[in-house]
Nanobody
Framework: QVQLVESGGGSVQAGGSLRLSCVVS?????MGWFRQAPGKEREGVAA????????KYADSVKGRFTMSRDNAKKTVYLQMNSLKPEDTAMYYC???????????????????WGQGTQVTVSS
């Protein structure tokens, strides 16, 4: 069973940075970060293939966000730089708990979710 615990959210002014962390119990070949703003659908932000570290990003965050992993610590990170007010959302860590894998990584097949961490960016 895969369990996920996120941390690192908070409030920041536009142009600032935050780093989210997600500790994973169990193993998943793919990990992802998703976000959901009020009144909007959940969207994929970043995904990583854990064996190689290959990543995929949403167009809206390319060049600003970086997803990484530390397999020894069973932790994935989302470094968010140059934050914009439109990045304000609840951010969720996600995993494929069914043992399946996806390469190259994308935003499909995630079936285990963390509790979420709020990111608020003010202008």
């Amino acid at each position: 069973q895969v369990q996920l615990v996120e941390s690192g959210g908070g409030s920041v002014q536009a142009g600032g940075s935050l780093r989210l962390s997600c500790v994973v119990s169990g193993f998943s070949y793919n990990m992802g970060w998703f976000r959901q703003a009020p009144g909007k659908e959940r969207e994929g932000v970043a995904a990583i293939y854990m064996l190689s570290g290959d990543t995929k990003y949403a167009d809206s965050v390319k060049g600003r966000f970086t997803m990484s992993r530390d397999n020894a610590k069973k932790t994935v990170y989302l470094q968010m730089n140059s934050l914009k007010p439109e990045d304000t959302a609840m951010y969720y860590c996600a995993a494929r708990a069914d043992g399946s894998s996806r390469y190259p990584p994308d935003f499909t097949g995630f079936d285990a979710w963390g509790q979420g961490t709020q990111v608020t960016v003010s202008s």
